[in-house]
């Protein structure tokens, strides 16, 4: 039998991506996110429009879409309530963000030059997508605070060990992994992986109806 609800959020499962920007004096901001999807080679991503990582795009233009594996799910939680811009916005300080500004460094992960865009890859993660931006608008609701920023990928890096033995152009399903997130929960291999400081700041319950993290 079906129920009418109103969910909390709809996040039925969408991949985690560490989103590595250049800051205004050049070093690097990191941001995971997990609102975004791909048609051919354009990523559409949902962000805070006062996130620091979208007016590091709107500036410089450019991004990596980094894609963090199940391993890396400590790594992602570190990063969850932490924020890249020094004031700190009240929705978000009533959900516990603080202001950091070596992201890379909280969450023990290591920057590693890219090749075409600015903003370092994130070496420990198998899959990176350096990307520019291509147009930022409005998303959702009137005055939702969220932005639609479509980038395009122009160059793909792939950890070898992910590639179907022999080619250069395709990546073997069952080698690849990916970080999931489902409701404010971290999932891989179709189980719940670890704690998530995200679920009780935006007042999701767990599997159990308790508040997790």
Not at 1 to 22: A, D, N
Not at 130 to 158: N, Y
Request: hydrophobic share 40%; with cysteine.
């Amino acid at each position: 039998m079906h129920v009418s609800i109103e969910p909390r959020v709809l996040y039925f499962g969408t991949p985690v991506v560490l989103v590595s920007t250049s800051n205004e004096d050049g070093s690097a901001n990191l941001a995971p996110m997990s609102s975004a999807w791909w048609v051919g080679q354009s990523c559409m991503l949902g962000l805070d429009e006062s996130s620091k990582t979208t007016e590091n795009l709107i500036a410089s233009g450019e991004c990596v879409l980094n894609l963090a594996s199940s391993a890396l799910v400590g790594a992602v939680d570190r990063l969850a309530l932490l924020t890249g811009t020094r004031v700190v916005p009240d929705h978000k300080l009533r959900k516990g963000y603080r202001f950091e500004r070596h992201k890379f460094g909280a969450a023990g992960l290591s920057e590693t030059a890219s090749e075409v865009v600015r903003p370092p890859r994130v070496q420990e993660c198998p899959v990176q997508l350096e990307a520019v931006v291509d147009r930022v608008h409005a998303f959702g609701e009137k005055d939702s605070g969220v932005v639609a920023v479509d980038v395009r990928v122009v160059r793909v890096h792939v950890e070898e060990s992910l590639l179907v033995p022999g080619s250069r152009r395709h990546i073997d399903a069952d080698r690849w992994d990916p970080l999931i997130m489902k409701f404010c929960e971290f999932y891989g291999d179709g189980r719940n992986l670890h704690p998530s400081k995200l679920a009780p700041a935006w007042g999701i319950l767990g599997p159990t109806g308790a508040m997790t993290g």
